[in-house]
């Protein structure tokens, strides 16, 4: 890479490492921060080990999900309904789900049959590694702000070290949050409807994804975005939409507003498209989450 190309990268990483702290890991990938996508691959997703086994590792954070159960406890999980990582409960919405339902299930996968997390047993282990980013994804989105409100304020409190960050699908949701934390960084999931059917196999989705056009996302729509949520904020998006959107980092990079990509297609299709959108442009996000292991990826991506 050549130093017009260094330079580059540096300005893309900047907006979001003046929010969160500079480690080893990023250091020697391209600048970008690489977070485990619910906890280190091998271990049961969205569980304390999994974020222990990923702060142990050369991540330089965790993505998690959590959802609210009817009686206000937050939990860490995925799917709108259990049973594909947690069991022993009825398959209903979480949202409708107690505590006492909760504690009562179990987790399913390798290792499994211990009581799947509430989220405050992720944020104190979470709470003692400050130089490990908490990525926190809010997967639904709220009819109120309260909510929301005294998620945030409970995560002030126990994540004291600062280093987090909340994430969403829903700018509403995100609006929320910045109402409540008005410095913290906030990232917009962008949902790509091409990845449709991998959120399920069904007729519905498969034609959703046949149908389904890429996101555009101008630097209009940069802007538009800031102006929503409220500065720090990011976009977060699959491969498939960077490859869709050449400009994008360039312009985020113009507005200092950070990019995270991902791949549901999995972290070799990741690393191919950085290579290539580091090619035509010069320019790399600012981090990462990815499935496998960090060293692993970052030489694919040419960070080794």
């Known amino acids: 890479m050549d130093i017009t ?13 003046i929010c969160l702290p500079w480690t080893a890991a990023n250091a020697a990938c ?3 921060q ?9 271990l049961i997703e969205n569980s304390v080990p999994a974020i222990r086994a990923a702060h142990g590792g050369s991540w330089d954070g965790v ?5 609210q ?22 398959r209903r ?6 505590s006492a339902d909760w504690q009562s299930a179990k987790m399913v996968g390798n290792g499994g049959g211990s009581a799947p997390p509430f989220l405050d047993d992720a944020m104190r282990e979470a709470a003692s590694r400050p130089d490990k ?14 909510p929301v409100r005294k998620l945030v304020a409970d995560m002030k409190q126990t994540l004291g070290h600062g280093n987090w960050m909340v994430t969403s699908g829903f700018p509403e949701a995100l609006r929320c949050v910045r109402n409540a934390d008005p410095a913290g960084y906030l990232g917009l999931i962008v949902f790509d409807p091409r990845n449709a059917e991998a959120a399920g196999a069904n007729v519905f989705t498969q034609q959703v994804a046949k149908r389904g056009r890429a996101p555009v996302l101008s630097q209009q729509w940069l802007k538009n975005l800031v102006d929503i949520v409220g500065a720090p904020v990011g976009v977060h998006l699959d491969a498939l939409t960077l490859a869709a959107n050449p400009d994008l980092l360039q312009n985020a990079a113009a507005l200092s507003i950070p990019v995270f990509v991902y791949s549901v297609a999995g972290d070799d299709r ?3 498209q950085l290579r290539s959108s580091n090619e035509a442009s010069g320019y790399m996000p600012s981090g990462v989450i990815i499935d496998g292991d960090p060293e692993k990826f970052c030489k694919a991506v040419g960070g080794f």
């Open 270 to 272: 990741l690393a191919r």
């Open 69 to 90: 159960l009817k009686d206000g406890r937050w939990v860490l999980h995925h799917d709108p309904v259990p049973g594909r990582t947690v069991g022993g409960v009825a």
């Open 34 to 42: 690489v977070h485990a996508h619910r906890g280190a691959p091998g």
């Open 133 to 146: 980013t908490f990525n926190a994804e809010l997967k639904i989105v709220y009819q109120s702000c309260e």
């Open 5 to 17: 190309a260094m330079r580059r990268n540096r300005l893309v990483a900047t907006a979001l490492l």
């Open 63 to 67: 993505e998690i999900d959590m959802q």
């Open 30 to 32: 391209l600048g970008m």
């Open 93 to 98: 919405p979480v949202a409708q789900l107690s």
